[in-house]
């Protein structure tokens, strides 16, 4: 089964590295200080199956965010075939809401070893003009809990989605997981993120598990930042 004990610790860090040695060496070093670590496509792509059972050995849960988006049956392979490579299957995954019902539940029925299965709704990177040269109307807010919706009929365990749309979702869908990336701590570097909240506002809002990327993992210090992050969390 996966280690899902993150609950005293809700911050996963994003380990967006292609370099092994580099993300073992921020994994060791965080580890007292973070509730699990992010793998994402940059790292699969480079070291697969095998980079992440390096980082599991740690033994913080892993959350691999691989944003599966294609047909149902093919997403479903490449998770059964995922859990068939790796030794022990991570304890959350993601999908694109937008592959759309029967893909999500046939990524549920695929994950159904153990892996909660979470459904990106809209990037945070984007903000409302980028919804519009897609062709995407409305605000972010208003497709964001349009996808929720879909995730929570489709049977997923929950959505990613930004902090400032967290608090509308979890009002409706009361024990769903949300998953909130750009978070961005007071005075840290927005970068290409667009829709951010600070640590404590996201989980303030319902946030079950914030995902925290570069404020930490480029600080000159990574250990400090995140002792500080899980500190002033602790104090809530
Ligand atoms: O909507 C999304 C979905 C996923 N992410 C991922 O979270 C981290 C954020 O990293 P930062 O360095 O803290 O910006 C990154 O791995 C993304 O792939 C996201 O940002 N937004």
Not at 9 to 38: M, Q, W, Y
Request: hydrophobic residues 40%.
């Amino acid at each position: 089964m996966p280690n899902t004990d993150f609950l005293s610790n809700p911050v996963f860090v994003a380990l967006d590295t292609p370099d092994l040695k580099k993300a073992e060496k921020l994994a060791t070093i965080l580890r007292p200080h973070v509730g699990g670590i992010k793998l994402g496509l940059e790292f699969f792509m480079a070291h697969g199956h095998y980079g992440v059972e390096k980082i599991a050995d740690q033994g913080l849960p892993i959350f691999l965010d691989l944003k599966f988006h294609d047909i149902p049956n093919t997403v479903a392979s490449a998770i059964e075939a995922l859990f068939q490579a790796i030794k022990s299957p991570p304890a959350i995954l993601t999908v694109h809401t937008e592959g759309g019902e029967a893909m999500m539940r046939a990524a549920k029925k695929a994950a159904d070893k153990g892996s909660k299965v979470v459904g990106v709704t809209i990037l945070t990177s984007l903000d409302q003009s980028d919804l519009g040269v897609i062709g995407m109307t409305g605000t972010p807010e208003s497709q964001v809990e349009k996808l929720a919706r879909l995730a929570r009929r489709s049977g997923l365990d929950g959505i990613v989605c930004s902090g400032e749309e967290v608090e509308q979702v979890h009002e409706e869908w009361r024990d769903g997981f949300f998953v909130v990336p750009g978070i961005r701590p007071a005075d840290s570097v927005v970068g290409d993120q667009k829709r951010v909240c600070t640590p404590a506002d996201a989980l303030d809002r319902g946030a079950s598990i914030l995902v925290i990327g570069r404020p930490i993992t480029r600080a000159d210090e990574p250990a400090e930042v995140a002792s500080a992050i899980a500190r002033q969390l602790r104090r809530k």
